[in-house]
């Protein structure tokens, strides 16, 4: 059995490989850039007007007579003489001469006759080019994410297709004879199968959608053959269930025949004690306990950053926080908890309902305390660490 930090460790210092592929930019939402963008023009590309009104050198007469018009996409050079002004609109290009534009409010117009009632500074409002980025600019990093604003940005440059880093391609498999798929009465001595849907709906929220699910029945044969046809399939398994000592856990057994390699078993933690990692090749297997609440305490503190690192992210942990507990708890285990709670912005409550097998409080928290083994006492606003759920932490 090793500790938490031990457990994280492995974690962070596993090398896993990534696969990076070229997509159109429409279908990058939520993507993580594989590499550097640089800026192939400047934006803008030319001296932009940023308000409807009028293109003038500047001076300090008020009158001048008005020439001709510039609108958003003419592509015309104008020309302009002192004391001659340009009727112009937003995102129209600013004749050569001219240096400032006087907002339309701030003029009187008879005819071809202009009188400047408010003088703006010069240079007022003219977009210079390159204001935003000059060609050859990195724009966007490696690692980035690309949200809905970087890929108007993209767009607005000219650009079509991004390198992405393709998201892990998952199995999940399910072991227990006991479990039922929802849906029909329960039939004695069964329970609902609960794990498989939770661990998928966890791995869409977290850009994740390539995934398949396996059952196994509770016999060595069965499982060695499941845990085959899952890496076959994938970079990651997720197997819940079946790797306690039990007469009936065939999962570490099966995965030995399977030749993946272990990495850890048991964590000095409640709830999960009976997590095991390993790896075949450039896979990856987690087998997490039975119980729900354990299957996603582990998945939030040790899948989400390999599940994570494979699709190109360097901050790959949940954001953790501090804050000013609500609730006194008393750590008799000897163990790092890992407790459901809820932060209200200024101070968290350790919830009730903390058992491996109990999800309902895990469905009114929004982080998790992490409380270390060698902590025995939480006083009333003692500052602890959280967890925090309700983010991607990307």
Request: hydrophobic share 40%; net charge positive.
């Amino acid at each position: 059995m090793i500790s938490v930090q031990q457990a994280l460790h492995i974690i962070d210092t596993t090398v896993v490989p990534n696969r990076i592929k070229k997509v159109k930019i429409a279908k990058s939402l939520g993507c993580i850039l594989a590499e550097d963008i640089t800026a192939p023009i400047h934006m803008p590309s030319f001296r932009q007007s940023a308000m409807d009104g009028y293109a003038i050198i500047w001076s300090e007469s008020a009158k001048y007579t008005l020439t001709d018009e510039a609108k958003a996409g003419d592509a015309q050079d104008l020309s302009l003489k002192p004391f001659e002004a340009v009727r112009i609109f937003t995102g129209a290009k600013v004749p050569d001469q001219a240096d400032t534009v006087v907002m339309q409010e701030h003029v009187s117009k008879i005819e071809h006759d202009l009188s400047i009632n408010i003088m703006p500074n010069k240079g007022a409002n003219v977009r210079p080019i390159g204001e935003q980025v000059k060609e050859g600019d990195i724009v966007l990093k490696k690692g980035s994410v690309l949200n809905e604003a970087a890929i108007g940005f993209l767009s607005g440059l000219g650009l079509t297709k991004v390198a992405i880093y393709l998201p892990p391609k998952i199995s999940i498999l399910v072991t227990g004879n006991e479990l039922q798929k929802p849906g029909k009465p329960l039939k004695p001595g069964k329970i609902y199968e609960s794990n498989a849907v939770m661990l998928q709906t966890a791995l869409k929220r977290f850009g994740i959608n390539d995934i398949k699910t396996f059952k196994a029945k509770d016999t060595l044969k069965a499982t060695r053959k499941s845990i085959k046809k899952a890496l076959k399939f994938s970079d990651i398994v997720l197997i819940s269930g079946g790797i306690s000592v039990g007469d009936y856990d065939f999962v570490k057994e099966a995965l030995d025949k399977n030749h993946v390699d272990e990495m850890f078993y048991r964590l000095n933690q409640k709830p999960g004690k009976p997590l095991w990692f390993g790896k075949k090749d450039h896979q990856f297997v987690f087998a997490l306990p039975g119980n729900p609440a354990s299957v996603l305490t582990c998945f939030y503190v040790y899948v989400l950053p390999i599940l994570k690192k494979f699709s190109g992210l360097t901050a790959y942990h949940l954001p953790q926080i501090q804050a000013k507990s609500a609730t006194a708890f008393k750590n008799t285990t000897g163990k790092t908890l890992f407790l459901k709670a809820y932060y209200n912005g200024e101070d968290v409550t350790i919830l009730q309902g903390q058992q491996s097998s109990m999800l309902h409080a895990f469905a009114s928290s929004n982080v998790l305390v992490k409380i270390p083994e060698n902590l025995e006492n939480i006083a009333i606003n003692d500052t602890i660490t959280c967890i925090k759920l309700d983010g991607h932490g990307s």
